[in-house]
């Protein structure tokens, strides 16, 4: 194998979908130029690694354009996690709080670009491990409320869909576009005088509460399964930490004060009474055993999903996995802070049946690995918005892998 080194790396400031300041890298090697930029969250779990140093990203720029820079340039490598691991060793922190982890995120996604350049392959063919690809299911905010959506807002952060019958990316990807539309045209119809908006993930704004939300977001899946032949579900993400006050989760325009028992009789009702496959976050981020109340309880019929309660992080799903507290987790690169990091959580869930999801981030930029992260390591589902340039890229990117290399769809059920 010829030697491959690091050559040249730089970081840089830019701004992402919200207009907030985040990272880009851009790293060679050989003769291979390739780059990387890191999302950020609004939405933040409490156990994620720290995104950027206390002083934010002009600090850590400063950091990997002398301190990294000086480390990894000339660093010969032959696999990833000889850069992963170098990073981890000039961070010296257990959160990545002196580089940050939007930074490492960054570096580590390059480097994996690069590598796969120089191998002859996609980012997603180099970063599987036994050759057997999948197309993920895209699962897609259609209505948006809690910390995503200013004003008039939903207690519940998102109103998702995932079009469970579609046979091809392209199919599916076309269901979640119908579906967002219709709803846009409903949400109008039933507030004539509302000046309708859109959230950070381009989802909808509305004067809603949960049920509406959840009877206007059915009926529109009901129109396009009518005219396309293709069956949708519904997905709710509750971000259910940012309800609770420590006793209670606190539901503010349902006027609703719910204690553990409560939040699990209210969330079982909401699954019975509409056809929802998905809830992401329903309960406090470290509640691993009410997550395995309903778990148990509805473990069979949809996912139970976790997110702020594993961030990423394979000694949290463990805790999960011996407390039986989720069947779904979801998988945010910049949460862990390296991708070999990410791979060994996604491992660890399917082994343990648990279903990855991949998924993006608040503030996105145009970067399109999540995509190939998704396809390589084989997450049935990327969480991710059918609604704003910096989410349809990743879209149009797994159209292109489908075109490219023609990996079949997963099975999610």
Not at 42 to 63: H, M, R, Y
Not at 129 to 139: D, T
Not at 163 to 187: L, W
Not at 333 to 359: E, F
Request: hydrophobic share 40%; aromatic share 6%.
């Amino acid at each position: 194998m010829m030697p491959m080194k690091i050559k040249e790396l730089s970081a840089s400031m830019i701004l992402d979908s919200k207009g907030r300041p985040t990272i880009r890298v851009d790293l060679k090697v050989n003769g291979v130029g390739t780059f990387s930029c890191a999302p950020s969250g609004t939405s933040v779990g409490k156990f994620e690694v720290q995104a950027f140093p206390k002083e934010g990203v002009e600090k850590a720029v400063i950091v990997t354009n002398k301190e990294i820079r000086k480390q990894l340039v000339g660093l010969e490598i032959h696999e990833l996690k000889e850069v992963d691991y170098r990073l981890r060793s000039i961070d010296g922190t257990s959160n990545f709080s002196r580089m940050g982890g939007n930074t490492a995120i960054a570096i580590s996604t390059a480097a994996a670009k690069a590598l796969a350049y120089i191998e002859g392959k996609m980012l997603c063919e180099y970063l599987n491990e036994n050759g057997k690809m999948l197309l993920p299911f895209p699962l897609s905010n259609i209505i948006g409320g809690g910390r995503h959506t200013v004003g008039d807002t939903l207690d519940y952060q998102e109103f998702l869909v995932i079009p469970t019958g579609a046979r091809t990316f392209i199919e599916a990807a076309m269901f979640n576009v119908q579906v967002h539309k219709e709803v846009g045209n409903s949400i109008v119809e039933k507030h004539s005088r509302y000046v309708l908006g859109r959230n950070d993930e381009g989802a909808w704004a509305a004067p809603l509460k949960i049920d509406e939300a959840l009877t206007l977001l059915s009926s529109a899946i009901e129109k396009v399964e009518n005219t396309t032949g293709i069956e949708g579900k519904i997905g709710i993400d509750m971000a259910a930490s940012e309800l609770w006050d420590g006793r209670r989760y606190e539901y503010k325009k349902e006027k609703r004060l719910l204690e553990t028992s409560g939040q699990l009789s209210y969330i079982s009702e909401l699954s019975k009474n509409h056809d929802i496959i998905y809830l992401e976050d329903p309960f406090d981020e470290e509640d691993f055993d009410g997550f395995a109340q309903l778990n148990d309880k509805l473990g069979g019929k949809l996912f139970v999903v976790g997110d702020d309660l594993i961030v990423t992080n394979p000694k949290r799903l463990q805790s999960a996995i011996d407390k039986h507290s989720i069947n779904g987790v979801i998988i945010k690169p910049n949460q862990i802070g390296i991708l070999t990091d990410v791979r060994t959580t996604v491992s660890m869930a399917i082994r343990n049946k648990i279903v990855p999801i991949a998924s993006h981030r608040s503030g996105e930029t145009g970067d399109t690995s999540l995509a190939h992260i998704a396809v390589g390591l084989k997450c049935p589902i990327i969480k991710i918005g059918i609604s704003g340039g910096e989410r349809l890229e990743k879209i149009n990117e797994l159209m292109k892998i489908e075109r490219t290399i023609r990996p079949p769809m997963a099975k999610i059920r």
